[in-house]
């Protein structure tokens, strides 16, 4: 995938080799806005058994901001750029808007 560089499985037997052993070493993408999203529980999953992140920061950290602090402060992870997604309360609110509203809303996101 061009936009997260994840390669994606194929027929080649001899490709597939070295494929998995290049994906162990790929850093994992996040954009900020993921990692400030995911539950205390996943953000502590992600740090010490993806990560191999130890001690006081991760053991410790009671709030979430600290776990996304210390994951992204270890350089473990590369922190792409994305806009973060927009979201409308119920399909009637788009229905409402017109084709310029609409339009202009799509761009701005």
Known sequence: CPVC?????TDDPSYETL???RMKRRKPRFALYE?????AKELRSLARNRLGLR??????????S??????VD???IELISAP????YGAVGELR???VGKLRRAMEEA
């Open 5 to 9: 560089r994840y390669e994606l499985p």
């Open 19 to 21: 494929r998995i052993e």
């Open 35 to 39: 990692l400030e999203r995911m539950p």
């Open 55 to 64: 001690g006081a920061l991760t053991d410790g950290a009671v709030e979430r």
């Open 66 to 71: 600290d776990l996304v602090r210390a994951i």
């Open 74 to 76: 270890s350089g473990k």
């Open 84 to 87: 973060e997604p927009v979201e």
């Open 96 to 98: 409402a808007m017109g």
